[in-house]
């Protein structure tokens, strides 16, 4: 069973950076594509970028894109996020997941493993 777990969130100044991390604890799975989503209290959770497990294409959110990178160590079957100049509007939960789908179908309800989730805050 494949088991998807988050670690790296926290609080962060904005301008500031931060890392999170998603590790399938469970067993040995090949997906298509490993991605984050993220949501804010009160709103829909949302798309943040995706990665294809095997290519490493990828795809991001035009709210994020150019300040997040998104990457994969396939051999730790562990994906990351890279958040860079952090502004108080990307404060949610993150949440990992991971899918059959392509990059560009990837979406919150097609996704066949979530993580728990990890807070990232950024306070002005």
């Known amino acids: 069973q494949v088991q998807l777990a988050e670690s790296g969130g926290g609080s962060v100044q904005a301008g500031g950076s931060l890392r999170v991390s998603c590790v399938n604890s469970?067993?040995?799975?090949?997906?298509?594509?490993m991605g984050w989503f993220r949501q804010a209290p009160g709103k829909e959770r949302e798309f943040v970028a995706v990665?294809?497990?095997?290519?490493?294409?990828?795809v991001y959110a035009d709210s994020v894109q150019g300040r997040f990178i998104i990457s994969r160590d396939k051999a730790k079957n562990t994906g990351y996020l890279q958040m860079n100049s952090l502004k108080p509007e990307d404060t949610a939960v993150y949440y990992c997941a991971a899918s059959y789908s392509s990059r560009y179908s990837f979406k919150a309800n097609n996704v066949d493993y979530w993580g728990q989730g990890t807070q990232v805050t950024v306070y002005s």
């Open positions: 990665i294809s497990w095997t290519t490493g294409s990828t």
């Open positions: 469970g067993r040995t799975f090949s997906w298509n594509t």
